[in-house]
Structures are given as C-alpha cells and as structure tokens.
C-alpha cells in the first residue's frame, strides 16, 4: 500500500464546506499522510490547517488554487508550498478577489432582472458573507431559495453561458500567478488539465506554455479521472517534463467521487511532485 497523498483540497475559507480543522479530521480518518490546503485565491486557512495537521501527525503543505485566463477560458493553477506573507502572492490573489467581487454584484444584477427568480439576487449574502465569493457560493443560495433542486442544476438553469446570470470574466495571466507562486518559493501545478474543454493539440500547447513560464506539475492522478484521461496526462507530464501531482479537488462530502485521497498511485516513470515539496 503507498502513502494517501492529497495534494488539492478546499475549506469553507473558499467555496469548501468544511473548516480547515474539520477537513484535517477527515483526512486523519482516510490515513492520509501528507495534506495540501488549495482554497481558491487565499491562503487564509493555512495556519489553522498546519495546526490541525500537527495534532495529527500529518505533514501539511500550505497552498492555493490561483485563477488565471488562457486564451479566453478560465484555468486554474494551484501553487504548493507558498510563503502566504509573500508580497507578490498577496497582490496576484488581491487582483483575483477584487475581480470577483465585481462579478458577484454583476451576476446579482443580471439574477434580480429575470423574471423567474421575482427579483431574487442572492449576491448580497454571498458578498456579506464570503472572503473569496465564487459562483458556487451563488448556486448555493440559489438552492437554498428553492430555485434549483442541485448546485449542477442551479449551474445550468442560471449561471452558465447563455443563461440570465451569466457574466464573462478576464482573470489574471498565466504567467502572472507562476511568477507569484514563485517568489512565494512554491512549486506550480496545471490543476485537472482533462476538465478544461481543450482540443489535444490546445492542450499540448497549454502545457507547453505552462512549462516555459515556470510550470513545475500538473496533476496526474485525481479522484474519479478515468483511466484513459489518467494515462493522457500522464504522457504530457513526460512530453514537458512536468512532476505528476496527486489531488482529489476535495469540497464537501458530499460529493463522494473526490473523497479525500483516493486516487490511483502515479506511474513510475512520472516525478513524484512531492518530491519538490517538504511538508511542514
């Protein structure tokens, strides 16, 4: 049996539902050895992760899922093993939340507009209530109003494109959060490259500018990745000679297709992105 390695996870300090404490319980009950917190734009639940995961003897790796914009999709970069004082970090993941905020508010006005919700716009609660407001937080409340039956539903009938609250959004380069997960001294990891809707060829030339900006992983074996989609990424971490990361995306438990650590074990001939790390 190898080592339960959980290198992306979320708290409720992003649009997780669990606090850091209650997220590290989980973990120790799965017997994972080794534990990353990537909440979405902050690092704000590090210290209180690291402190859990003393209690609990599980090496911990403080980190964060930075959002940046390719050729006009949304991508995800999470950042392992970050200073969260770092300067450059902190102004990359202040743009990101100011960027959002303004979304939020945009995604509330275009919601109250539509007829069907009776003037309903849920962005002040998750304005008032959330540090890093995403739309998963919207879907939430919409939920909870009664407006959808699931968060896919509420995603669907109300937020993607094409639908009443649909707002586009222009995030940070991808070369702007490598350089700042760099001078935080963390290592870059492309997140879930199979999830972004990218022809084989866009996503070779993704990994190809990931990689010549400073890209250090992508993420290999995740949880629910089918095998197919496992052995694809697992050929582009050798292409560009990219470390394999080992993550489940973990938000709540109720999602029971990323539970924490469960994943297949990475190839032999992909780099352990681990191996790039020392667990605090």
Not at 70 to 82: C, D, P, T
Request: include cysteine; hydrophobic fraction near 45%; proline fraction near 5%.
């Amino acid at each position: 049996m190898f080592d339960l390695i959980d290198l992306h996870t979320h708290s409720l300090y992003s649009d997780g539902t669990l606090t850091p404490a209650e997220l590290v319980a989980r973990a120790a009950q799965r017997r994972v050895t080794v534990l990353a917190l990537t909440d979405h734009d902050t690092t704000a639940g590090c210290a209180e992760a690291l402190e859990a995961c003393r209690s609990q003897g599980i090496g911990f790796v403080p980190g964060a899922e930075l959002t940046v914009g390719w050729r006009g999709q949304e991508l995800h970069v999470v950042g392992l093993g970050l200073d969260p004082d770092n300067a450059t970090l902190r102004a990359q993941v202040g743009d990101v939340l100011a960027r959002r905020r303004t979304r939020i508010a945009a995604i509330g006005a275009k919601l109250r507009a539509d007829r069907t919700l009776g003037g309903f716009d849920p962005s002040a609660a998750v304005l008032a209530g959330q540090a890093v407001p995403t739309r998963t937080h919207v879907a939430r409340e919409l939920v909870r109003a009664g407006h959808a039956d699931s968060l896919q539903k509420a995603f669907d009938r109300f937020l993607a494109r094409r639908t009443a609250g649909y707002v586009p959004q222009e995030w940070p380069t991808l070369a702007s959060a490598i350089v700042a997960i760099a001078a935080a001294g963390g290592q870059a990891v492309l997140a879930h490259p199979h999830r972004y809707r990218l022809s084989n060829g866009a996503l070779k030339e993704l990994c190809g500018a990931f990689r010549a900006a400073g890209g250090a992983g992508i993420e290999v074996s995740l949880a629910g990745i089918s095998p197919n989609d496992a052995a694809r990424l697992a050929r582009l971490a050798r292409q560009f000679g990219l470390a394999g990361s080992v993550a489940s995306d973990f938000h709540e438990p109720g999602l029971p297709w990323r539970p924490l650590g469960r994943f297949a074990k990475l190839p032999d001939d992909v780099e352990p992105l681990l191996s790039r790390l020392t667990p605090l």
